[in-house]
């Protein structure tokens, strides 16, 4: 694999790894082969990652998808999760100094200017909003997806961009998750998408400069 | 090294790269920038911070809510909104928010199912005991609105099935019945053409409309002199020209004095009562033991000032007014406040002001049409008895239409009501004792809560359907009344936020079908409004741009044609009699009293504040926000209790009965009779889903007991005494 390529498959890698598990998700974990996956792209990419311990497989073994499957549902689930990856929730509703709700300038509420845009951006790029991500367009998971598909198809300064702008959340939401007290895997999975954006973003930072 | 990732949900197409490079939206920054140059629409809507429904613009921005204005042809706005409304507008975007549809599937454990299942199931179980039980253990439960009703009604209807209930048992049931007895209605007051009002635990200031302080500010600018009587120094009174402050729960015994008073010093209206009234005489005899000595006693208000009052108010008809009030003094509060509703009216048929400037004012509404019957046949009405007792002989036959939603409880406890639907109401929360309600709603087989968010009553449902918030739904043309009565409707101003969410309207025609019941409802939400505008040469396209249109017809002056059995103003109840109770108002002692040799008792009592709607707005961050500021949560003790007891203020005070036990902030102040320790009602919920309210403040149905009083059976939520100590 090229380097982009790896960097594509590690943002995918990611997505799937916050979406809600099943049989194979569970059975890769216990194998170990998403964390050997991460390690060696990481290590390919001379990112210098530490790979949280529940991640890894001493502790990824004993994973059974009902456990994980609950874990997920109250951590960062669409209906009980306490942390949910939605970028509006971290930030500004809206940069326009012309919106008089109460909620303007606020965090923590949907349908703020980055859902929109994120929205707009799907529509721009031929990319049809999944019916389940309707109402929140800027959740993480399509984020890293879109990341993926601009690292495939997008220049290197459009990736720059997309991830100074809308990956820029990320620490905010783990340390949310260590305040919520959610479960150790989503934490630590919160905490491992952050340093491999940060260290993503200095990758792209050296290319483009 | 291998990839593992398993499916995507986007998925990139062979004209992805092609349209990525020709983007031009790719810069958030930019984005934004062209997003500001969008205009702004306006759109009509009504508001649902509160049950008034007040008519509001809603300012829409690249399909946002971006502001909200008050709409000036509305009767209860007229161009104001109160903070409610600009709050209630943050509800749509609320990451907590219901989404989907939710079962139960064990304590305090729901998980998420399609339409389809939860549809199916309800039906199938509704159909099930309607089979093994029969309509009569069936209940549909809401705050009343026209959407709501119209919906609603006829679904009962086509089941045969009468137990419709509301909120008012907890709110004004006691009014309805006592004006009901006296006038036939229930009337407003023109107070703004008073020249000499009495509130009797009504507070506008921190009440319900924007318009009502209008036209307090109205009278108060033309020199209408305004009492106040409250055990509470509240913020109507610091408008006031006088606080009287009365022992709580006595208001009957001031009423039936400042009566005596007018008859004895023949200061009553001959005229008036001698042509527009029956039972005066029954009346007149009855409250010859009403004195003001003997109400002073029992009010803690000086014999002197309660015969000046009389005298005041007498020297001023017909342009004066005792505000029949509302949920404030005599609502749902005491034992006696039937009777003290039905007093109130007398008091008032006394100096003649029915209808006159400044008096009771009568409202009317707009003549809406309806659904042609022949293509729109409507089911027959039910024939079978309701589950609460209301208006049945035996057990509550007094008690209005709204029904009896605590003694609902009782009976689903019991195993005598098996299912329920309930709408955009908390009664799990707004009745006392919430271990009743929870228990009784958790013991039926069936219950389907709709609603936007996951309230108290949420926590004991079956099933959970989610509804689209208020800026996201049409619903079917209301009329407000009033003076002049308004046509407005509820526009649908945004998109719906999350596309699994129903309106009510929907949920019922779905369940109508899977029930074999879709030939009632073979129309549609536009089809109902149209039909309504028709007699008014409205559009509904007209009314959809325009939200509000105040229409021109007023309600007639002088004495109206009353609806009561002799179509007069009636002293003497024959009806009261009929059901055991005293033909002409009487005196009843509270249910219960302080222990007068306990320094740490008190009557508990609440009340509204204006930037909260019970307990349905205290989990707006920005409405509980102002509480905070202001520590408007704290509960009020007496400065002289307050120093017996060593409590100052700002104390962490224990407030216990054998109900239960909270700790809040204590407020001390002089304004506050001595009897009474008095709680804000917004604050207090339990659900944990309420992330900003959950935990924040106590309320008062914590500590009453459920009971029902005798006449009507209403929730007496006054009647409730406890002990407060310094935490």
Redesign the interface.
């Known amino acids: ?1 090229g380097t982009d390529e ?1 960097r594509q ?1 590690v943002y ?2 990611l ?2 790894l916050l ?1 809600q598990p ?1 049989e ?2 569970v059975h ?1 974990l216990i194998e170990g ?2 964390i050997d ?1 991460m390690a ?2 990481a290590n ?1 990419l001379n990112y210098y990652i530490q790979i949280p311990a529940s991640l890894q497989q001493d502790n990824t073994k004993q994973l059974a998808l009902a456990t994980l499957t609950r874990d997920w549902a109250e951590s960062i689930g ?2 009980k999760g306490t942390c ?1 990856p ?1 970028e509006s ?1 971290y930030k500004q ?4 100094e ?6 303007a300038k606020q965090k ?4 703020s ?2 859902a ?2 994120m929205k ?3 529509e ?5 909003l ?2 389940q ?3 929140y367009p800027d959740h993480l ?2 984020q890293l ?2 990341m ?3 690292i ?4 290197m300064a ?1 990736q720059e ?2 991830m100074h ?2 990956l820029d959340w990320l620490e905010e939401l783990w340390q949310n998750s260590k305040e919520q007290k959610i479960s150790r895997f989503y934490s630590d999975l919160l905490f491992l998408c952050k340093e491999i954006i940060a260290a993503d973003k200095s990758h792209v930072n050296k290319v483009l400069n | 090294m291998r990839a593992i990732s398993r499916r995507s949900f986007l998925k990139a197409s062979a004209a992805t790269g092609a349209l990525i490079a020709s983007s031009n939206s790719i810069d958030f920054n930019s984005w934004a920038e062209a997003q500001e140059k969008a205009q702004i629409e306006v759109k009509g809507s009504l508001c649902n911070g509160c049950a008034s429904h007040c008519g509001m613009w809603v300012h829409v921005k690249n399909g946002r809510a971006w502001k909200v204005t008050g709409h000036e042809d509305h009767g209860r706005s007229r161009g104001k909104l109160c903070a409610r409304a600009h709050g209630a507008m943050l509800w749509a975007y609320d990451p907590d928010r219901l989404t989907h549809p939710l079962k139960r599937v064990g304590e305090d454990q729901f998980e998420p199912i399609s339409w389809d299942e939860a549809i199916q199931e309800i039906s199938q179980k509704l159909l099930k005991v309607l089979d093994d039980y029969g309509p009569e253990t069936v209940f549909y439960g809401h705050n009343p609105r026209e959407h709501g009703v119209f919906y609603a009604t006829r679904f009962m209807h086509s089941i045969n099935a009468a137990t419709i209930h509301t909120h008012n048992a907890s709110c004004n049931t006691t009014l309805t019945t006592g004006y009901a007895a006296t006038i036939g209605s229930t009337p407003g007051s023109d107070i703004g053409n008073s020249k000499y009002i009495i509130f009797i635990g009504r507070n506008y200031a921190e009440g319900i409309r924007t318009s009502q302080v209008a036209n307090l500010s109205k009278a108060l600018a033309g020199g209408a002199k305004v009492v106040c009587i409250d055990p509470r120094h509240n913020a109507t009174a610091a408008l006031a020209d006088e606080w009287i402050p009365i022992r709580p729960g006595t208001d009957l015994a001031l009423i039936l004095a400042m009566c005596h008073v007018l008859i004895t010093e023949n200061l009553y209206n001959k005229e008036f009562i001698a042509e527009n009234s029956i039972g005066f005489q029954e009346f007149a005899a009855a409250v010859v033991q009403y004195t003001p000595e003997w109400a002073a006693e029992i009010t803690d208000i000086p014999a002197d000032t309660i015969i000046r009052l009389a005298r005041e108010l007498a020297s001023h008809q017909p342009n004066c007014v005792v505000d029949p009030s509302w949920k404030g003094g005599f609502g749902t509060n005491y034992i006696n406040s039937t009777e003290t509703a039905r007093a109130n009216a007398c008091l008032n048929a006394l100096v003649g002001n029915l209808g006159e400037p400044g008096g009771l004012s009568f409202s009317i509404n707009a003549q809406f049409g309806s659904l042609d019957p022949e293509k729109h046949p409507a089911p027959p009405r039910p024939t079978t008895k309701r589950a609460d007792g209301a208006g049945v002989k035996g057990e509550y036959p007094l008690a209005p239409g709204n029904g009896l939603p605590h003694y609902i409880a009782e009976k689903a406890s019991k195993g005598l009501i098996k299912a329920g639907i309930i709408r955009n109401h908390n009664p799990a929360r707004n009745f006392p004792d919430p271990q009743h309600m929870m228990e009784g709603y958790k013991s039926l087989d069936l219950l389907v809560v709709v609603e936007t968010h996951f309230t108290e009553t949420c926590m004991a449902a079956t099933h959970i359907l989610p509804e689209p918030s208020f800026l996201e739904r049409e619903e079917i043309v209301e009329s407000c009344g009033g003076g002049r009565p308004t046509v407005c409707i509820r526009n649908q101003v945004i998109a719906k936020i999350h596309p699994e969410t129903k309106t009510f309207d929907e949920i019922i025609v779905m369940l109508a079908e899977k029930m074999g019941l879709a030939h009632y409802f073979n129309f549609t939400v536009e089809d109902v409004s149209r039909a309504r505008l028709a007699p008014l040469s409205i559009s509904l396209e007209e009314m959809r741009e325009k939200g509000s249109i105040m229409l021109e017809d007023r309600a007639p002056t002088g004495m109206p044609k009353l609806r009561t059995n002799s179509g007069k103003f009636e002293f003497y109840s024959e009806k009261f009699v009929e059901n055991g109770f005293s033909g002409v108002p009487t005196w009843i002692p509270p249910k219960v009293m302080p222990e007068a040799n306990n320094p740490s008792s008190f009557r508990l009592i609440h009340g509204k504040q204006g930037y909260h709607s019970h307990t349905a707005t205290a989990n707006i961050p920005h409405l509980l926000q102002i509480t905070k500021d202001y520590g408007a949560e704290r509960i009020w003790i007496n400065s002289q209790r307050a120093a017996v007891l060593g409590i100052k203020d700002g104390d962490m005070v224990l407030v216990k009965n054998r109900m239960g036990e909270g700790k809040v902030r204590v407020k001390v102040t002089q304004r506050l009779h001595p009897d009474a320790v008095y709680l804000p009602a917004g604050y207090g919920n339990f659900s944990p889903h309420f992330k900003t309210a959950t935990g924040f403040g106590i309320n008062t149905n914590d500590f009453c007991e459920y009971q029902l009083e005798p006449i009507n059976g209403h929730a007496m939520m006054m009647e409730a005494i406890v002990e407060v100590e310094k935490a």
Do not use: R, Y
Not at chain 1, 93 to 96: A, C, I, M, V
Not at chain 1, 152 to 155: D, Q, S, Y
């Open positions: 694999m790896i498959q995918l890698t997505a799937d979406k099943d194979v998700m890769n082969t998403v996956f060696e792209a390919q669409p209906f949910k939605i929730l509703w809206t940069l326009d012309s919106c008089q709700l109460p909620l923590g509420w949907l349908g200017d980055w929109w845009h707009q951006l799907l721009d790029f031929g990319l049809e999944p019916q991500f309707t109402s998971i399509l997806e879109l993926a598909i601009l495939e198809h997008g220049h459009v961009q997309f702008q809308h």
